[in-house]
């Protein structure tokens, strides 16, 4: 099968090409070359809005990875325009060359931002969507616009909705960079983990390689028109991952500080139709993920 992953140069979109390669015909576009050596021949510097490079980019493609993306909430509110230019319509840009060439499956990278505060947990996908930011907004229009391509032009997708990915991979020169990147980074430089107001705030932390082995599973599988949660299926509190991330690195001093006004206070996925599905489970525990980064 040949597959095309957008953002291939990113922390999920490497995982990405590596879970995809040894299978499939897998190639890549992004605006930034990969920091990957072995991943500099499988990358085209396309931008997502550009129509001309996109249409080349996925002629003779049976199925599209759409990963890239503008991913900070805290840069969505600081620029709303950019985020709703690459989220919006580059997915837009996307949706229409996949169509126009034949692609007979779109996967498209959604997020867990999309639901806002959990009115129940764990959050299913049939959950209410009330995004609290201008991220989860532009990721929940471009979803309505993977469904409409299927309504309009026949294009089969699955919408897939990540909860809190990490990795070695992110970003730590990134001021909007996760909770996880930023712990491993204090660690490493001998400073106490922060923790904003009492720890007790709960996330569903995956690892990205898990992330990516299942959107495989997506692109694999002839399940179609379906969204799917994609997380651990377990909380795990701020304070809990400080402490676990203490016990792998040893000895680490701890800290509070102010909270972050506005911050969803708990949140975990329900991941039985992913389970259901695509026979899909996480495997990477949070210890071993955590000890990767050393």
């Not at 990490?166 to 992110?170: D, H, I, T």
């Given at each position: 099968m040949k597959v095309l992953v957008t953002g291939g140069s990113g922390q999920l979109g490497s995982y990405l090409l590596e879970e995809l390669k040894g299978r499939h015909e897998a190639r890549s576009i992004d605006v930034r070359m990969p920091s990957i050596e072995g991943h500099k021949w499988l990358v085209?510097?396309?931008?997502?809005?550009?129509?001309?490079?996109?249409?080349?980019?996925?002629d003779g493609v049976d199925a599209v990875v759409h990963a890239a993306?503008?991913?900070?909430?805290?840069?969505?509110?600081?620029?709303?325009?950019?985020?709703?230019?690459?989220?919006?319509?580059?997915?837009?840009?996307m949706l229409k060359a996949s169509a126009d060439a034949g692609v007979k499956k779109f996967v498209y990278v959604s997020s867990a931002a999309v639901y806002g505060d959990p009115r129940h947990l764990p959050v299913d996908e049939g959950h209410p969507k009330a995004p609290k930011s201008f991220y989860?907004?532009?990721k929940l229009a471009a979803e309505a616009?993977?469904?409409?391509?299927?309504?309009?032009?026949?294009?089969?997708?699955?919408?897939?909705r990540p909860f809190n990915f990490?990795?070695?991979?992110?970003d730590p020169k990134s001021p909007y960079s996760g909770v996880v990147t930023k712990f491993i980074e204090r660690a490493k430089a001998g400073n106490p983990l922060s923790i904003e107001g009492d720890g007790e705030q709960t996330r569903d932390f995956i690892h990205a390689k898990d992330v990516a082995r299942m959107i495989r599973m997506a692109v694999e599988s002839p399940v179609r028109d379906v969204i799917l949660n994609c997380g651990s299926g377990r909380a795990t509190s701020i304070n809990e991952l400080a402490d676990t991330l203490s016990a792998v690195r040893g000895g680490l001093k701890i800290e509070h500080v102010q909270s972050r006004v506005g911050d969803i206070r708990h949140s975990v996925a329900d991941v039985t139709l992913a389970k259901k599905v695509l026979d899909f489970q996480s495997r990477i525990s949070l210890e071993d993920g955590l000890s990767s980064f050393f």
């Open positions: 085209a510097n396309v931008d997502i809005r550009d129509p001309a490079g996109v249409a080349k980019a996925c993306a503008q991913v900070s909430v805290e840069k969505s509110l600081e620029d709303p325009k950019l985020d709703a230019d690459i989220n919006v319509i580059g997915t837009l840009s989860g907004v532009s616009y993977v469904q409409a391509f299927a309504v309009c032009r026949g294009l089969r997708f699955i919408i897939v990490y990795s070695p991979r992110a």
